[in-house]
């Protein structure tokens, strides 16, 4: 372990890490059928993330424990440089525009009530110290990886691969090459790897934090992660059939029935049956963010997101053409932004007489109940106007004045 | 971040490879802590929406502690009193399609689940001869007002089987007058038993044993009297001391959200903004 820390360390022209991959790529990828629903078994030709436990057990003495200290202080201490924010701003974003994501935690699920009385039910998310690991540009992401032939040059033009970490963790857990992209960043050793395309135009810096704020409230949002693992599951659950009746049948109820008889009497490959249900790579796209507290970075996004609580889920901005971020900011928010957004701050201190210390520094969609306002009351104008006219009554000639 | 790598440090450092921190605490120590803060006995059953989910998975720190803030925020603009299944309470709550755009109903209490902002109970009243039952979220901003009329206990902590019962126990007046509970008394406890309507019901009462119904097996169908032997009665579970751990609340929690409870209080106090109270019980008052 010590020892696979320090050469970590000193031996910056070590082999790299990505050629490493794309030697082991090419020996071993034909082996393995990638791509399919889900796969359970770790990628052959990346390096182990987690260093091997006997490697920890080894028992250590003080000289050593304090020079691995020193080791791990200096790997972090690049992180807080400063970077060049002079970009950085809220402005309009273009169509073909693709901006990074943040890789956040599933906390939960509540609910909220809109202005008018509606129940949403939101899910809870939390973005955990998100920082851009790297930036890789579309050749160099085409010259690597197989991956990168067929997403770096797509129709949507060059796209630049930037891979998100998030969730800080203790650096002895992992393995040299998977610490020395972090070191690389100069930022503490992330748990969750996460990759977005970007566009030239929304190039985040490496090493930047990523904060919640880069999603607006109002914006629409798409969500990625892996569905909750069912593992074995028969028809009923996995497929929704409908079973076989509860009377006067014996163990069939939950069978799927017969298979295969009609036409050339044989089972065609993808026929629906019982089997591993879950834990798929599932997109849902098009959610709302409706509120977002800036103090505890959580996001709250209107609808359900696939994946258990606790999961890892990327989001990224919703690409449906109605649905996309018109301003926003770019590439990401940055502290000094937070100036522009006073006035509503204003309108909030106005409105409300509750002093700003006892609140959660939060940003909520208009039409969403605060609880610190009182009881919805309506007026006349909030009742459902009538579709037509009404038809018992007969019809009278309006009287022009 | 120098921070977090020292503390991941500290599993160099000593033996111990567990975190202290997280470790619950002593027993001794948390009942300390709970006289301290006066913790109320009964906070499980007057503040059902402040305790965890039975669902483990679901329990998350801060995700309990933002939906707790809400609920405060919530209950600073409403008074939600305090009551209990089985006893008689009044709702307001304003409906856009009213003609006086509010709507108020009185019932008996029969239920109280799900923990929260996902907190609903259920009040139940026969109107024209005709059983009623409206689910409420607690913390619907629409509700205007939740009164108590009658505090009272019954003999069950889940009333679903007035569905099956005679009208009569549950019909309510809507003109009731609010009954007053003297202070620091006893919550006293409705021993009514129920008369089931004969069979079939819409569950199998006879299995539950439940305390208020009079009677259940006799009601029961021949049919599910003889199914009994083959049914899953479930006497055990009483003795299940795992599973009431896991679907109970711990007072280490309660102590915690007691403490939250009387900070937000306070706080509010102090600012000058109300002089309401939110942590209160009939029964522990002075």
Same mark, same amino acid.
């Given at each position: 372990?010590?020892?696979?820390?320090?050469?970590?360390?000193?031996?910056?022209?070590?082999?790299?890490?990505?050629?490493?991959?794309?030697?082991?790529?090419?020996?071993?990828?034909?082996?393995?059928?990638?791509?399919?629903?889900?796969?359970?078994?770790?990628?052959?030709?990346?390096?182990?993330?987690?260093?091997?436990?006997?490697?920890?057990?080894?028992?250590?003495?003080?000289?050593?424990?304090?020079?691995?200290?020193?080791?791990?202080?200096?790997?972090?201490?690049?992180?807080?440089?400063?970077?060049?924010?002079?970009?950085?701003?809220?402005?309009?974003?273009?169509?073909?525009?693709?901006?990074?994501?943040?890789?956040?935690?599933?906390?939960?699920?509540?609910?909220?009530?809109?202005?008018?009385?509606?129940?949403?039910?939101?899910?809870?998310?939390?973005?955990?110290?998100?920082?851009?690991?790297?930036?890789?540009?579309?050749?160099?992401?085409?010259?690597?990886?197989?991956?990168?032939?067929?997403?770096?040059?797509?129709?949507?033009?060059?796209?630049?691969?930037?891979?998100?970490?998030?969730?800080?963790?203790?650096?002895?857990?992992?393995?040299?090459?998977?610490?020395?992209?972090?070191?690389?960043?100069?930022?503490?050793?992330?748990?969750?790897?996460?990759?977005?395309?970007?566009?030239?135009?929304?190039?985040?810096?490496?090493?930047?934090?990523?904060?919640?704020?880069?999603?607006?409230?109002?914006?629409?949002?798409?969500?990625?992660?892996?569905?909750?693992?069912?593992?074995?599951q028969g028809g009923m659950h996995r497929w929704g059939m409908r079973g076989?009746?509860?009377?006067?049948?014996?163990?069939?109820?939950?069978?799927?029935?017969?298979?295969?008889?009609?036409?050339?009497?044989?089972?065609?490959?993808?026929?629906r049956?019982?089997?591993?249900m879950?834990?798929?790579?599932?997109?849902?796209?098009?959610?709302?963010?409706?509120?977002?507290?800036?103090?505890?970075?959580?996001?709250?996004?209107?609808?359900?997101?696939?994946?258990?609580?606790?999961?890892?889920?990327?989001?990224?901005?919703?690409?449906?053409?109605?649905?996309?971020?018109?301003?926003?900011?770019?590439?990401?928010?940055?502290?000094?932004?937070?100036?522009?957004?006073?006035?509503?701050?204003?309108?909030?201190?106005?409105?409300?007489?509750?002093?700003?210390?006892?609140?959660?520094?939060?940003?909520?969609?208009?039409?969403?109940?605060?609880?610190?306002?009182?009881?919805?009351?309506?007026?006349?104008?909030?009742?459902?106007?009538?579709?037509?006219?009404?038809?018992?009554?007969?019809?009278?000639?309006?009287?022009?004045? | 971040?120098?921070?977090?790598?020292?503390?991941?440090?500290?599993?160099?450092?000593?033996?111990?490879?567990?975190?202290?921190?997280?470790?619950?605490?002593?027993?001794?120590?948390?009942?300390?802590?709970?006289?301290?803060?006066?913790?109320?006995?009964?906070?499980?059953?007057?503040?059902?929406?402040?305790?965890?989910?039975?669902?483990?998975?679901?329990?998350?720190?801060?995700?309990?502690?933002?939906?707790?803030?809400?609920?405060?925020?919530?209950?600073?603009?409403?008074?939600?009193?305090?009551?209990?299944?089985?006893?008689?309470?009044?709702?307001?709550?304003?409906?856009?399609?009213?003609?006086?755009?509010?709507?108020?109903?009185?019932?008996?209490?029969?239920?109280?689940?799900?923990?929260?902002?996902?907190?609903?109970?259920?009040?139940?009243?026969?109107?024209?001869?005709?059983?009623?039952?409206?689910?409420?979220?607690?913390?619907?901003?629409?509700?205007?007002?939740?009164?108590? &009329?009658?505090?009272? %206990?019954?003999? @069950?902590?889940?009333?679903?089987? /007035?569905?099956? #019962?005679?009208? +009569?126990? $549950? *019909?309510?007046?809507?003109?009731?007058?609010?009954?007053?509970?003297?202070?620091?008394?006893?919550?006293?406890?409705?021993?009514?038993?129920?008369?089931?309507?004969?069979?079939?019901?819409?569950?199998?009462?006879?299995?539950?044993?439940?305390?208020?119904?009079?009677?259940?097996?006799?009601?029961?169908?021949?049919?599910?009297?003889?199914? &009994?032997?083959?049914? %899953?009665?479930? @006497?055990?579970?009483?003795?299940? /001391?795992?599973? #009431?751990?896991? +679907?109970? $609340? *711990?007072?280490?929690?309660?102590?915690?959200?007691?403490?939250?409870?009387?900070?937000?209080?306070?706080?509010?106090?102090?600012?000058?903004?109300?002089?309401?109270?939110?942590?209160?019980?009939?029964?522990?008052?002075?």
């Open positions: 372990m010590l020892r696979s820390l320090v050469t970590g360390i000193s031996s910056s022209p070590a082999p790299e890490w990505a050629a490493n991959r794309l030697l082991v790529a090419t020996c071993i990828s034909n082996t393995q059928q990638r791509g399919r629903r889900r796969t359970l078994t770790p990628v052959p030709w990346l390096p182990p993330i987690n260093e091997p436990a006997h490697s920890n057990s080894v028992p250590l003495n003080d000289t050593t424990k304090k020079l691995l200290e020193k080791v791990i202080e200096r790997e972090g201490t690049r992180f807080g440089e400063e970077l060049d924010n002079s970009k950085a701003a809220i402005t309009d974003i273009g169509e073909s525009t693709r901006r990074v994501g943040l890789v956040v935690r599933k906390i939960g699920m509540l609910p909220q009530w809109t202005t008018n009385g509606t129940r949403i039910l939101c899910t809870v998310l939390e973005v955990v110290e998100n920082n851009v690991v790297s930036v890789t540009s579309p050749e160099d992401w085409y010259k690597m990886s197989a991956i990168g032939k067929r997403k770096a040059f797509n129709r949507n033009g060059p796209m630049w691969k930037v891979t998100v970490g998030s969730i800080n963790d203790d650096p002895t857990k992992y393995s040299v090459g998977y610490r020395r992209q972090f070191n690389r960043a100069g930022i503490p050793i992330k748990q969750k790897l996460g990759c977005f395309l970007v566009t030239e135009d929304a190039l985040p810096q490496t090493g930047q934090s990523l904060d919640a704020r880069h999603f607006v409230v109002g914006q629409y949002i798409t969500a990625t992660g892996k569905t909750i693992d069912w593992g074995f076989q009746p509860t009377r006067r049948t014996t163990k069939s109820h939950r069978r799927i029935g017969s298979v295969g008889s009609v036409g050339d009497a044989r089972i065609w490959p993808g026929k049956m019982p089997g591993h879950g834990y798929e790579w599932v997109t849902v796209s098009g959610l709302e963010v409706i509120r977002i507290n800036n103090d505890k970075q959580v996001i709250y996004v209107k609808g359900s997101v696939p994946g258990d609580i606790g999961e890892t889920i990327l989001l990224k901005d919703c690409v449906q053409e109605e649905k996309k971020l018109k301003k926003g900011p770019l590439p990401t928010w940055i502290p000094s932004l937070e100036t522009i957004s006073e006035e509503s701050e204003e309108e909030a201190a106005a409105e409300g007489t509750i002093p700003k210390e006892l609140l959660h520094n939060e940003t909520f969609s208009p039409k969403i109940f605060r609880f610190t306002s009182p009881s919805i009351v309506f007026t006349d104008a909030d009742a459902k106007r009538a579709a037509g006219r009404d038809k018992t009554k007969a019809k009278i000639a309006k009287v022009k004045k | 971040m120098l921070r977090r790598s020292l503390g991941s440090l500290r599993s160099f450092s000593s033996k111990c490879k567990s975190e202290p921190q997280t470790a619950s605490k002593s027993s001794n120590t948390i009942r300390k802590e709970a006289n301290l803060v006066g913790h109320i006995a009964a906070f499980p059953e007057i503040y059902p929406d402040f305790l965890q989910s039975p669902v483990w998975n679901r329990r998350n720190a801060l995700k309990e502690e933002l939906e707790r803030r809400d609920m405060l925020e919530r209950r600073m603009n409403i008074d939600i009193p305090e009551f209990y299944v089985g006893s008689i309470v009044a709702v307001t709550s304003s409906d856009s399609n009213l003609g006086a755009k509010e709507h108020r109903f009185v019932g008996i209490c029969i239920r109280r689940e799900k923990e929260g902002l996902h907190h609903q109970f259920t009040l139940r009243n026969t109107i024209e001869g005709i059983g009623v039952e409206i689910m409420y979220d607690l913390y619907n901003p629409t509700i205007k007002k939740i009164e108590t &009329l009658k505090l009272e %206990k019954r003999l @069950d902590s889940d009333l679903s089987y /007035l569905i099956d #019962a005679l009208p +009569e126990y $549950s *019909t309510f007046d809507f003109h009731m007058e609010p009954l007053a509970h003297p202070a620091g008394t006893p919550i006293p406890i409705n021993e009514t038993k129920v008369k089931l309507k004969p069979a079939p019901w819409t569950r199998r009462w006879e299995i539950f044993g439940c305390a208020g119904i009079e009677d259940s097996w006799s009601g029961a169908t021949p049919w599910f009297k003889r199914k &009994l032997q083959k049914t %899953k009665v479930n @006497d055990y579970e009483k003795y299940d /001391l795992v599973a #009431a751990y896991r +679907e109970g $609340s *711990t007072l280490e929690h309660e102590v915690a959200v007691q403490k939250q409870i009387q900070k937000f209080e306070n706080e509010r106090h102090a600012a000058g903004l109300t002089r309401r109270r939110i942590l209160r019980s009939a029964a522990a008052a002075k």
